[in-house]
């Protein structure tokens, strides 16, 4: 361990370089310093702002740093020439109190740094600029201050300017950035809540909020889908959006989407396979929680419904290529929830308007329902013209024919519905509670954990369960129905008469 010394006043970010053996330092004193944390000298001091540094942060894959001030600016500056300097055969670097670069430093302190040049000053904000970060790929700045307001710059070799900006904290922001791999912007504020942006379209898509913690920095897992968010009395890790993709098993194949692609795999032979592509989204998916959600098969025509939830609900209906038609159809629509109610017809649920929506397996609108207002999400039903409706504590089984309700139950929170082989049982699951229920919607057994339960699968005692599998479920008949489920740490299974037990692996 050891200590760099040099700052006369509070030291406010601290950031390593990337690919060097610097580090980069910002403080009270009003000075932006870099180190060689080898030789474990200093290198560079950039001078400029007149007020604290509140930030300071290297560019990803250029010779820049940006720093934030409470002077009201943020400033670009070049380190080509710190670059060049200190990696050159001549140069050397910094190896010690009385090597040259020390010396070098000495008389940049008091005769500026033409190793590291100021290229643009942003004006803009009405008060003190707490951060500014670089956009990974694309010559953008963000910024977030003292004024509420976020900031987005563009610069280019010769000038920046301001392109936008983003209203909506109502005190202080504390800190913003990129989203690494997504069109977003997440900032935090002293007003207690982290907000996303869509860059494009440069509104607010979603805020969470602390009741009682001011949140004061930000930072972004480089590979991962996670962010870390530190406020008064801690620090919280989360995920802006779910990485589980939409699957769905029919037989003896499971088909799921990887990427961008639908795919099958075969649990005899252990072989994937791809299907086809799928198409793109619009140009105005954000990226925030733009997975598809739901998929559908329908066996006999060899079509799949994939949907997603985004902006009230849209699907896709994908015919798979055959020798006949090597070609894939394919047709879009507006709905949540999107499933097939028999061989030749599907449905969709229009949130907004509170109905059902049939069309036909070539996308033709056929009928439209009246559902409970308020009903948020659908689910398949054993019976043919049949789904199971969720609204708001409850689930309902709603015949499409009769256009009403055959029974109803109290469900909180229903995630999922897992339906038997042979249709005659259901699971649905919510957060920590799985309620089984017969054909009818009837409960039969209620099961409670302590723990997130994460996903499910039917299968018979006499299914392929490997040696261990035969000994969990050697006390069983041969032909009972299992439920096999995950939580966040177990692999369990229950019997639709509410017995559950850890499977042993």
């Known amino acids: 361990m050891f200590t760099l010394s040099g700052h006369l006043d509070y030291i406010r970010t601290v950031q390593f370089h990337p690919e060097l053996p610097w580090i980069l330092s910002a403080s009270d004193d009003a000075q932006i310093r870099i180190w060689n944390w080898q030789s474990r000298q200093p290198i560079a001091t950039l001078s400029g702002h007149t007020h604290y540094v509140m930030s300071a942060a290297f560019h990803p894959r250029e010779d820049l740093v940006v720093s934030a001030s409470l002077d009201q600016t943020v400033r670009v500056w070049d380190i080509s020439g710190l670059h060049k300097r200190n990696t050159s055969p001549a140069g050397g670097g910094a190896t010690g109190p009385n090597s040259d670069d020390s010396l070098k430093l000495a008389q940049n302190d008091l005769f500026g740094n033409p190793t590291a040049v100021v290229r643009h000053v942003l004006e803009g904000h009405d008060r003190g600029v707490n951060w500014a970060s670089f956009h990974p790929t694309l010559p953008l700045i963000v910024s ?26 109502y005190y202080n922001v504390s800190c913003v950035l990129f989203h690494p791999r997504a069109e977003l912007i997440i900032s935090n504020s002293e007003d207690k809540t982290i907000r996303v942006w869509d860059m494009a379209k440069r509104v607010c898509l979603q805020t969470f909020k602390r009741e009682n913690d001011r949140f004061w920095i930000l930072a972004a897992h480089p590979e991962n889908n996670l962010f870390a968010a530190g406020h008064d009395y801690g620090l919280i890790v989360f995920k802006l959006e779910k990485e589980r993709p939409a699957f769905t098993v029919h037989l003896s194949s499971l088909h799921f989407i990887k990427d961008k692609s639908l795919r099958s795999y075969d649990f005899a032979s252990g072989k994937e396979a791809p299907i086809l592509a799928l198409r793109s989204k619009s140009k105005s998916s954000t990226g925030l929680n733009s997975l598809d959600r739901f998929m559908s098969f329908n066996p006999e025509k060899k079509q799949m419904l994939v949907g997603s939830d985004q902006e009230g609900g849209s699907y896709e209906l994908y015919s798979f290529p055959t020798d006949k038609n090597p070609d894939t159809a394919h047709k879009r629509g507006t709905g949540l929830s999107p499933i097939w109610i028999a061989r030749n017809r599907f449905a969709v649920l229009d949130v907004k308007n509170s109905q059902v929506i049939t069309y036909s397996n070539t996308n033709e609108q056929q009928k439209k329902i009246p559902v409970p207002a308020g009903t948020d999400m659908m689910f398949p039903a054993g019976d043919l013209d049949a789904v199971l409706l969720r609204h708001e504590d409850k689930i309902a ?31 649905l699951m919510s957060k920590e509670n799985l309620t089984v229920a017969n054909k009818k919607l009837e409960v039969v057994a209620t099961i409670h954990e302590s723990i997130r339960l994460k996903s499910g699968i039917w299968i018979t005692s006499a299914a392929n369960t490997g040696k261990r599998g035969a000994e969990n479920f050697a006390n069983l008949e041969v032909n009972s129905k299992v439920f096999i489920y995950t939580t966040l740490n177990h692999l369990k299974y229950c019997l639709v008469n509410g017995d559950h037990v850890l499977l042993e692996l």
């Open 144 to 169: 977030g201050a003292d004024d509420r307001y976020i900031k987005l710059w563009r610069m280019s070799e010769t000038n920046a300017r301001e392109v936008d900006t983003l209203r909506g904290h």
């Open 397 to 427: 089984l709603w015949d499409l024919t009769q256009r009403a309700k055959v029974s109803e139950i109290t469900a909180f929170g229903v995630k999922f519905a897992f339906w038997s082989p042979d249709k005659e049982f259901v699971v």
